[in-house]
Every structure is written in structure tokens, then in C-alpha cells.
């Protein structure tokens, strides 16, 4: 797709899931987008090391990102041809993408090829230039590690489509990034027309982005996603692909030696239509209705009052249109240049008018007779932009002054509406700065109030304030002027004054502002704008160092230099402020150049050490299937650190709950003030609570931990803005310093009874969690008895009874969110067929919208502690930061994961069986099975092939060739079982003109053959044939893709052969990875045409590869296999010697025979 301007947008064009999940992780694009990595490529102000840097780690993540497909095509054997096809495609794409940086690597002077964290070899800076090669950060492995999970997780249902949500937002966030950074820079775009700078030496990065070749890849990508995706989770796919586009951002922010993120020195807002979708002035009138029905004193009956808003409305568009009738005359050229004479003439006119309106209001008394509990709740009713208030009070949190600036007639209707703390301030009074903006935490109002007479009730009259534009400009002087004040008294200084607005009322004080940000679409700004030569550029043009400028000078209505900046939205304007959120203290201090700043640690506060931790308060199952043991192993499971705070000692096994021995009160709070006052959480999670006692405990600690945090909040912004003077990320209050935590989430599973029916709380202990706990809860997790406890309702027996039963336990509690879990609804059918295709549906109500997580029913007897390991589950993944319907998701997989991979274990005698955690455990983190007799090659193991094994398997190497097939009137997987009868000891199939589906059967076919008679098999070239059929290991020639490149994709444990000729290649193949090489042609052969290295060139081979074994290629015979094992190799590749042959058995056989005969003499020699 394109914009208006021809530059392409970058944006999904399809109306499937694809583009739904796009807008649904616009605040993780935005991260990226305004990176100052990414920002300072396309305004050429980029560090060079940086870059260096980033095509390092970035060439490392599409090795990956390649081996990803290559596991998604042997998943795509299953589904059609056009989705393998298209996957090849694809793949061949990162190929391409891949020789991309190749080439940059060449031009930067940087060595590609990282080293995993401990191998490093060199400097260890991650930047790939000279010293050594470089470390793959933890930025880069955390993206390939998620990669790698999602990609090896087990099964195949749904399984593309999952790798795809996982791969789809790099592909799609490329092309955005490069789209949106043309149009903001590009000479085409809508940014500043000049086009980048000549000195840019990274914009091929943006034009590679942007340009139909590459936009074409994620369009492709989305198509197919889309269509796969029909039948798969969701809920989990959504999960994924917000996972991936946060490692993006976060992968971007993690390049040392970028620019410094942008320091804002206040953020002000206008409130109408800025904050709020819509004008609400209306409903300010509104409430003198229902002061009149009261019969209260206003300005007429109840008729009156429903009339005249309408009439006031009515007179104030009459009056508007005449004045912009003559102000701004139809088929008035737009300014060329900007006009600030003009435009000041404008606004001061417009001024006058919006008093004068505002004093007909006054008259009309269409303002009295409301109390300002009446207008508090008014404004508490009206709804924001999205992301508005989290951006609001974001920047409260990070010492950020905020200051709302408007024409609205009341403060204590705009306050409330906004939900946060606020206070009227004078124009003249300069913010609280860092510390005291946090402490205080509240936002400053400039705008008017409603006036109280002696009975409490308002009088129509307004105190004002703000009426104008006017007003705006002249109060955003007056604070910039205090600020300049304030930061000269305190030694500092610095930053942006950022205002966002939305209407012509505001363009006085957009245009004064450092960066002044235009949000909605109001046609008269725009109309006023390109009148008086005002230019709207994209928010991703703006300078990333917006220095502030002079205050201007009051007696003009208009300032700056004409030039402001649309944002898409609260989500955009975020990214812009704050960057990337959720980045480590480690990636932080990195920004800054510096080595990272330890957090203050506080009484339940999160720590400096970046290992997540996880409290569970719950009671001990000595079964060791669920309780605490459950959920330490459930946390361990998922990479977090365990604690806990026991609540009973029970005495159970798998024929049930036998004894209940309930902890007291106080020794239960000791244990959670032990842990949380020294190690401090991340996250809460409780199980059973055996009593009501124990509840109120639970609830009383939580909330005073909470209470500790968020003072520890405001202590820590104070201690960071003290510290302004000093350097590196802990002294800088603005967004790339350490940020305060939000209140520790809390996971309530409501424990009442045992999987196996037994209590395990006495009465009461229903209603104490929905009096003191659940109302604390950020989730409960009940089940559908739980639910039905809880709530006292009648049976559940559907989904749309849990959907009623999770909205009704969220509004009844106030808590975060419910969760129903539907493992109670059982599979209804009793035949094969439909229980294969059962599914369990759980419930997710977060207080706006429903969620149905859909997952495919496990038939186990082995389901003992589900319920305590999925909340324990979902902890960990809010403890590492991910956002609620995320965590639910992730944990929910990993536990069907666990009791699929659990079904046949026996444990015990009774109907209670525990299942195994070890299966909860990332694909690619758990043990790898030993290799067994037969089936030594192949698979996804993290080990090298062992060499000995691999010298031995090249004794007889043979290489299928069509046209031998075609000669002999062979299948290629006949040709193959009569090699390996006649004993060939491994196979290599290289077949050059056939599509890859076609390949990819036969490929497929052949391999079964080869792990009958335990023979490995590998593929010529084909990289994507390889992954997708699970061959053991792949041959390349010089011309192919570089051998570092494939051992990146294929991964560690599968064999990689090299074609080489001389000595020189064959020292940078073994560097490369090969685990063999292939020598040759030693004579003239006429299935290839290639130069003849000769006896003598094959020895210097053999001498220079040591110990990697050497197989020799081309012309080799019966005759001169032996000539060929004394001058080095290990065995002899052959072609037509075997596939030519009528008897193609006998002919291996008897090649066999004289090879095992010559290396049996060489090892006498030698011994």
C-alpha cells in the first residue's frame, strides 16, 4: 500500500489476523520506531559503532531466523504445497537478506560470526570489528532463544501458524520502520522534502526497507499466516506475535554507543479532544437538566435546560463560521513560507471571540446549580484516548512535569475525568522537578473553574483562567519561563518542553513548544495551518536532540520556526517520550555508555540482580504433586526464581488429602516478611489457604508490601533526581533511567477442595477471599467448583456460563482480572474421533473484554496440580514483565505441553497422579534423549556430531545423480536402498532441477531408508529441504551459502560438509564449522565440470584439514581408492561408480570392500 504522497506506508494490506495483531501492538512498533538507534540511522547522526554493532548481532539473529523456517518447512510437510512452497521462498529471502549484511559487514569493517555468551574469543564488545569476534548480546539471544522455543515446541497442529507469529512482526516492523522513515525523511516523503542528507551513509538501510522488493516478504508472509492461522489459538498467537514485536524494541535499544534518549523538561497537554475523543463541554452543560429536576436555582425549567445547550451550540458554530468567513476568505492561496505576522493576527481575532463566547455562556446560567460532587463524577464517567492516562502517569512517574492547559470551564471536571492526582497551578509557578514531581504525583491544571456560591452549589459565573489561545501561549511562556528559573537556581537545565494538542485554540502553544504535536484529525487547525505556511511532518521527524529555545516573546500570538508534528496517537506520543519500556538495567546503562545502574532494592521492592523472583504462599503437598512443590517447580520450569510462605502441611498422596495441619497466623506472616523485606518480589502468587485467618494475613502483608513499593517509588525517582550532576543512566531523570515498578501483582488461585474432592478450607474461607483478598488480586484463577463457590450461583455447564461467571466475579470483587478454567467440562463424546478433536476452553474476563483460550483436550489420568501450576505458571511470566493475556497464554501451553508429553507416566496407585514439570521447560532448554543404536544422526540436539563417528561414515560416501536414475530407470529412493544394501556409509542427494515440495517428498522417503540401515543422510545445497525433512546435515560448495552461515541455520548437531580445493579453503572451512570436507575433483569426472586438483593437491588437503576428515570427490574408482586413502582421506565420494552401475548393490559392495581394505592397511602403517 501507499500513502498520499507515493512513499509506501509500510502497514498490513490484507483484513485478516495478520493486520489485527498489528493494531494491536502499535506501542511496541512506536518503541522501535522512536529508538534513537533507529531514529539517529535515518537522520544520519548514528555513532559508526553503533551500526557496526547492529549488523553484527543482527546478521546473527537472521541465522536463526533462518533456522526458524527451515523447522517451519519440516512442519509444513504435513499441510499443502503452495504453504511449503511459499515457506521456501521465504527462506531464500533470508538468504538474500543475509548476503545483504555480508556486504554491509564488508564495507563497515565488521567480522560476522558471534560467539554465544562464554565462547567469546576476542574483545568481547559484541561489535564484531577487529580483536576478535564479538558476543551475541542478551538483547540478541533473548530474541533467538524465543525464537528457538516457539519453533521446536512439539506437534504440528497449529504449529506454522505459530512460528509465523513469532517471525511475522520482524518481517512487517522492517518494512514499517523503513516506509515511515522514508516518508518522514526522504525527498518523496511527507517530512521535509529535502530528502536525507547527502553525508548519510546509513539510508540504504531505509531504502532497502521501503522498496517494493522487500515489502513484498511480509505481504507474502501475512497472506499465508493469515489462512494458517484459521484453526489455531488466538489467544496464543497474539501472545507470540506481542512477544516478538517487545524483543524487537527492546533489540534495538540494546545497541551500545547510540544517540542519548530525549530529555523532556515538562509535558503539557491540552484536555479537549487531546485527552478525550470528543468535545465535553456539552455534558458540563448537560448537568443543569438534572439541577432543574431537582429544583435547584438555574437559569430556567427543566425544559429550558435541555434547549439551550442545543441553542448555545447553534450561536456559537453561526457566529464561528462568519468570523472564519472573514479571517480565512474562500480560495485564499496557502503561505509558502511560514507566516507568524499573519498567523498572530489570526489567533488574536479568534481570542477575542472564543471570551466573548464564553461570556454569553455566563449569561445564560445554563452553568448553575451543580455541586462539584456532581461534576467530579461527570468527569470520572468521560472516557480518554487510549494510552493517554498511562502516558500521563508515566511521565509523573519518571520526574517529568505535567501540566494540562486548557479552555475547559471546570478543574474539578477535567481532574476527575483524567483519574490521576492533580492540582491547580498558577501559569507562572514553575513544576515540581524530579523528586518533588514524583512525591507529589500530581499533574498541574491551568485551566478555569466554576464558581461556588453559599449553599455548595455552582453559580454560573467561571473563574478564568485559560479562554483562548491567547492564554495558552502566554501561560506556556510564563511556565517555560519558571522552568528556565528553576533550572538555573539548581545548577541544571536541559530538556524539551513538549505540547500536545489538537485544535487552533492550541497552535500558539504547539508552535511555541520545542516539539509541538499535533493529535486527531480537527480539518480547521489543518485549514489555519497551510494558510499561514505551518508545516505538519510525521512525529518520526522530529530532531531526536530538540533543544530548548528561548521562551518567546509574550506579545506575539505565534512562535517558533512553523513547523509541528502529527502523532498517530497516545500510544505514539509514549514511545516518543519514554522509548523502549521494560529494557534491563543492564541495556539502560549500556545506552548511556556507561556499565549499567543498580536499582535501590526497598521492602518488596524489585532488586538490582535481574533473575525474577516469585513468592508463593500456599501449603505443602507431601505428594509432591501439587501445593508449594507444584509451584517451585512450575517456576523453575519457566525460568524464575521460587520462594515461598507455607500455609498448611497437608499429608496426601495419590489416593487423596489424609491430614490438614494449618500454619498460625503469625508464623505464616513471618515467613512472607522474611522473604519480601530481604529478597524482595516480583510477583505474589497464593494457593490454598486453609482457614480465614489465613486469608486476612495474606491480604493485610500484601497490601502493606504495596503501600512500602510505592513510597520505595517515589524515594528512588527522588534519589535519582538528586543525583542530576553525576553520570550514566542512575542520574538522569529522564526516560532512560531506572524506572519504579508497578504494585506487585498478585495471583490468587482460590484453593477450596483437592483435585481429588477433599476440602482444604474450612468455612469461611469463601468469603474472605472475596472480602480482603480477591479485591487485591491482579488475577484469580478459579476453577469451574471454585467459580461456583465463590458466586453461589447455580452449576456451570458451558462456555457461556464461565463467560458470566468470570465477568460477575470481576465486577463483584474488583480485581484485575478472572480466569475460569473449563477442565471441569469434559469432552462429551465417547467416540475416538471426537475426542481427538475435543478442546478445553478457559475464560479470561480483564475487566473490558473476554477472552476465550482455546487449547486441544489431553486425555491423562496425570492432571494432579494443574490448577496451582498454571497460577504459578502465570506468575513467573508477570514476574519477567509480560502483560497479562500474554503470561496466560504462555503458561497455559507450557502446562499442555507438560501433561502431553506426561500421559503415560505412572506414578503411584491412586486416581491422583502428579505429572511432570520437566516438560514445562522451553523445547530447545530440556535434556536431549541419548542417541540410540540406529538412530545416531539427526535431530535438534545441542551437541556436534561426534567425529569419530563422522570419519567412520565417510568409508563409502555416495552422491545420487538424476540422470544416473534417469539412465537406469531408478526412483531416487530405489537408487538409495541399493546403496545402502550394498553398503554405502552415508548418502548425500543432490538433485539441482526439481521444486522443492517434489524434493522435499522424495528427500523424506530417502531418509527413511537411510535410518533403517542406520546410514546418515545429507542434502546438497538445500538448506530449507534439510530442516524441513529433518536430514542429518547439508554439503555446500564454495559458491553456495557461506558454511558459517548454514552451520547457524542447521544448528550444532547436524553435519556440515564443505567442497574445497585448496588448503587455504579448507582452513576456512573447518574455521567455519564443516565437520568433513569434500576434496576434489582429484580426477577428471563427467558428472561435473571443475578444475583437477590431482593426488598431490588432494595430500595438502588432507594435511591442511587435519583432524577433520577428507573425502575424496571426482573420478574416483575401485582402482584408485586406495591411492586416494594413503594420501589422506578417510573414504571416497562417488556417483557414477555406484548409480550408473546395473548392479548398483554389487558395484557399492564391492567399492566398499576395497575401501575397508585400504584403510585397513593405512592403519597398519600408521600403527
Not at 531466523?65 to 531464500?92: E, P, V
Not at 507568524?340 to 449569561?363: K, T
Request: with cysteine.
Amino acid at each position: 500500500m501507499a500513502a498520499a504522497n507515493g512513499v509506501p506506508d509500510g502497514l498490513p494490506a490484507t483484513a485478516g489476523l495478520s493486520r489485527e495483531l498489528w493494531e494491536s501492538s502499535q506501542h511496541e512498533v512506536f518503541m522501535s520506531l522512536h529508538d534513537p538507534f533507529v531514529q539517529g540511522m535515518a537522520q544520519g547522526t548514528l555513532d559508526r559503532r553503533a551500526f557496526q554493532h547492529y549488523v553484527a548481532q543482527d546478521a546473527h539473529f537472521l541465522k536463526y531466523f533462518a533456522r526458524a523456517y527451515g523447522i517451519a518447512l519440516s512442519k509444513a510437510l504435513a499441510l499443502d504445497d503452495a504453504t511449503f512452497a511459499t515457506l521456501s521462498r521465504l527462506l531464500r529471502g533470508v538468504h538474500e537478506e543475509l548476503r545483504l549484511h555480508v556486504s554491509y559487514a564488508a564495507r563497515w569493517g565488521v567480522e560476522l560470526g558471534l560467539e554465544e555468551e562464554g565462547e567469546a574469543v576476542g574483545s568481547g564488545s559484541g561489535s564484531g570489528g577487529s580483536g576478535g569476534r564479538g558476543v551475541a548480546s542478551s538483547a540478541t539471544r533473548a530474541y533467538t532463544d524465543f525464537l528457538m522455543s516457539v519453533a521446536e515446541a512439539h506437534g504440528e497442529d497449529g504449529g506454522v501458524a505459530e512460528i509465523l507469529a513469532a517471525m511475522l512482526p520482524c518481517s512487517r516492523l522492517y518494512g514499517y520502520l523503513g516506509s515511515a522513515l522514508a516518508a518522514a525523511h526522504g525527498a518523496g516523503g511527507a517530512g521535509s522534502g529535502l530528502g536525507p542528507s547527502p553525508a548519510n551513509e546509513f539510508w540504504e538501510w531505509v531504502q532497502t526497507y521501503s522498496s517494493p522488493d522487500y515489502l513484498a516478504i511480509p505481504a507474502l508472509k501475512e497472506a499465508m499466516f493469515d489462512r494458517l492461522a484459521a484453526h489455531s489459538d488466538k489467544g496464543r498467537l497474539q501472545s507470540l506475535y506481542r512477544r516478538a514485536m517487545q524483543l524487537e524494541a527492546e533489540f534495538f535499544a540494546a545497541q551500545p554507543h547510540s544517540p542519548p534518549p530525549r530529555r523532556i523538561a515538562a509535558l503539557v497537554v491540552d484536555f479537549d479532544e487531546t485527552c478525550t475523543p470528543r468535545d465535553t463541554i456539552g455534558g458540563l452543560m448537560g448537568l443543569a437538566a438534572a439541577a432543574a429536576r431537582a429544583g435547584r436555582p438555574t437559569g430556567g425549567d427543566a425544559s429550558w435546560a435541555e434547549a439551550t445547550p442545543g441553542r448555545l451550540a447553534d450561536n456559537y458554530v453561526a457566529a464561528q463560521g462568519q468570523l472564519l468567513a472573514e479571517l480565512l476568505p474562500e480560495g485564499a492561496a496557502p503561505s509558502p513560507e511560514y507566516d507568524p505576522a499573519g498567523l498572530s493576527s489570526f489567533l488574536e481575532r479568534l481570542s477575542d471571540f472564543d471570551e466573548r463566547m464564553n461570556a454569553v455562556v455566563e449569561e445564560s446560567g445554563i452553568l448553575k446549580g451543580s455541586t462539584e460532587q456532581e461534576l467530579a463524577a461527570a468527569g470520572a464517567a468521560l472516557p480518554l484516548r487510549p494510552h493517554c492516562r498511562e502516558t500521563l502517569s508515566g511521565a509523573l512517574r519518571r520526574g517529568i512535569p505535567v501540566r494540562v492547559l486548557s479552555v475547559n470551564w471546570s478543574d474539578v471536571y477535567v481532574g476527575a475525568a483524567l483519574g490521576l492526582p492533580t492540582q491547580l497551578a498558577r501559569a507562572d509557578e514553575a513544576p515540581a522537578m524530579g523528586a518533588g514531581a514524583a512525591a507529589g504525583g500530581a499533574v498541574g491544571l491551568s485551566c478555569n473553574s466554576l464558581q461556588l456560591d453559599s449553599a455548595g452549589l455552582t453559580s454560573g459565573r467561571l473563574t478564568k483562567r485559560v479562554q483562548s489561545a491567547r492564554d495558552k501561549r502566554n501561560a506556556l511562556a510564563a511556565l517555560r519561563e519558571a522552568l528556565a528559573a528553576a533550572a538555573t537556581a539548581g545548577g541544571g537545565g536541559g530538556g524539551a518542553v513538549v505540547y500536545v494538542g489538537d485544535s487552533v485554540s492550541d497552535l500558539a502553544a504547539l508552535l511555541a513548544a520545542d516539539v509541538g504535536v499535533v493529535v486527531g484529525t480537527n480539518r480547521l487547525l489543518r485549514r489555519v495551518a497551510e494558510r499561514f505556511g505551518v508545516r505538519l511532518r510525521p512525529l518520526a521527524a522530529a530532531p531526536l536532540a530538540a533543544t530548548a529555545a528561548e521562551p518567546p516573546s509574550t506579545s506575539s500570538a505565534a512562535g517558533g520556526k512553523g513547523v509541528l508534528y502529527e502523532a498517530a496517537g497516545w500510544e505514539e506520543i509514549r514511545a516518543f517520550l519514554f522509548g523502549v519500556e521494560r529494557c534491563s538495567g543492564e541495556e539502560a546503562g549500556r545506552r548511556a555508555g556507561g556499565g549499567g545502574a543498580a536499582e535501590r532494592t526497598a521492602p518488596g521492592l524489585v532488586a538490582e540482580a535481574s533473575l525474577p523472583r516469585v513468592l508463593s504462599i500456599a501449603g505443602s503437598d507431601s505428594g509432591g504433586g501439587a501445593g508449594i512443590q507444584a509451584d517451585l517447580k512450575a517456576m523453575l520450569s519457566r525460568g524464575v526464581f521460587g520462594m515461598t510462605a507455607l500455609t498448611a502441611l497437608t499429608a496426601q498422596n495419590t489416593h487423596g488429602v489424609h491430614a490438614v495441619h494449618a500454619v498460625p497466623p503469625e508464623f505464616l506472616a513471618a515467613q512472607i516478611d522474611a522473604v519480601l523485606s530481604d529478597l524482595g518480589a516480583d510477583a505474589v502468587k497464593t494457593g490454598m489457604l486453609p482457614n480465614a485467618e489465613a486469608v486476612e494475613t495474606v491480604a493485610e502483608r500484601v497490601r502493606h508490601y504495596r503501600a512500602a513499593a510505592a513510597a520505595a517509588a517515589a524515594a528512588a525517582v527522588a534519589a535519582v533526581a538528586a543525583n542530576g550532576d553525576g553520570d550514566g543512566a542512575a542520574s538522569d531523570p529522564s526516560p532512560a533511567g531506572p524506572l519504579p515498578p508497578s504494585p506487585l501483582p498478585l495471583v490468587v488461585d482460590p484453593v477450596l477442595v483437592s483435585t481429588s474432592g477433599h476440602s482444604l478450607a474450612e468455612g469461611g474461607v469463601a468469603a474472605a477471599l472475596l472480602r480482603s483478598l480477591l479485591p487485591l488480586a491482579t488475577l484469580a484463577t478459579p476453577n469451574i467448583p471454585e467459580a461456583e463457590a465463590l458466586l453461589g450461583c447455580g452449576p456451570i455447564r458451558s462456555v457461556e456460563d464461565m463467560r458470566r461467571a468470570a465477568q460477575e466475579l470481576q465486577v463483584r470483587t474488583g480485581c484485575g482480572a478472572v480466569l475460569v478454567k473449563g477442565g471441569h467440562l469434559r469432552p462429551s463424546s465417547s467416540s475416538a474421533a471426537d475426542a481427538d478433536a475435543a478442546e478445553v476452553v478457559d475464560v479470561l474476563y480483564d475487566g473490558h473484554q473476554l477472552h476465550e483460550l482455546r487449547g486441544a483436550w489431553v486425555h491423562t489420568g496425570n492432571t494432579h496440580g494443574t490448577g496451582c501450576t498454571l497460577a504459578s505458571a502465570i506468575a513467573a511470566e508477570l514476574a519477567k514483565g509480560l502483560p497479562l493475556l500474554s503470561a496466560v497464554a504462555a503458561a497455559r501451553e507450557a502446562l499442555q505441553r507438560a501433561l502431553r508429553e506426561s500421559a503415560p507416566l505412572a506414578l503411584g496407585s491412586g486416581v491422583q497422579r502428579p505429572f511432570h514439570h520437566l516438560h514445562m521447560l522451553p523445547p530447545h532448554a530440556q535434556p536431549q534423549p541419548q542417541p540410540q543404536p540406529g538412530s545416531a544422526w539427526g535431530g535438534w540436539g545441542l551437541r556436534r556430531a561426534d567425529p569419530a563417528a563422522v570419519r567412520r561414515a565417510m568409508r563409502l560416501y555416495a552422491v545420487t545423480d538424476p540422470h544416473c536414475n534417469q539412465k537406469t530407470g531408478r526412483s531416487l529412493v530405489e537408487a538409495v536402498t541399493l546403496a545402502v544394501r550394498g553398503g554405502a556409509t552415508i548418502v548425500q542427494l543432490r538433485e539441482k532441477d526439481i521444486d522443492g515440495g517434489d524434493f522435499a517428498r522424495q528427500a523424506a522417503e530417502a531418509l527413511k531408508v537411510c535410518r533403517q540401515h542406520g546410514v546418515p543422510l545429507l542434502i546438497n545445497d538445500r538448506v530449507d529441504v534439510a530442516l524441513a525433512v529433518g536430514a542429518d546435515g547439508v554439503h555446500v560448495g564454495q559458491s553456495d551459502l557461506p558454511a558459517a552461515t548454514v552451520r547457524a541455520m542447521i544448528g550444532p548437531s547436524r553435519i556440515l560438509g564443505v567442497s574445497v580445493k585448496t588448503p587455504a579453503e579448507a582452513r576456512a572451512a573447518a574455521a567455519a564449522g564443516a565437520d568433513y570436507l569434500g576434496a576434489g575433483a582429484v580426477l577428471p569426472t563427467g558428472t561435473k565440470d571443475t578444475n583437477v586438483i590431482g593426488l598431490e593437491g588432494l595430500e595438502a588437503v588432507c594435511s591442511a584439514a587435519a583432524p577433520l576428515p577428507v573425502v575424496a570427490i571426482g573420478g574416483v574408482s575401485a582402482a584408485n581408492a586406495g591411492d586416494t586413502v594413503r594420501a589422506g582421506c578417510a573414504g571416497i565420494a562417488v556417483v557414477s561408480a555406484i548409480f550408473a552401475a546395473e548392479d548398483a548393490e554389487g558395484a557399492a559392495r564391492k567399492l566398499r570392500t576395497v575401501v575397508d581394505e585400504a584403510l585397513g592397511r593405512a592403519s597398519r602403517v600408521c600403527s
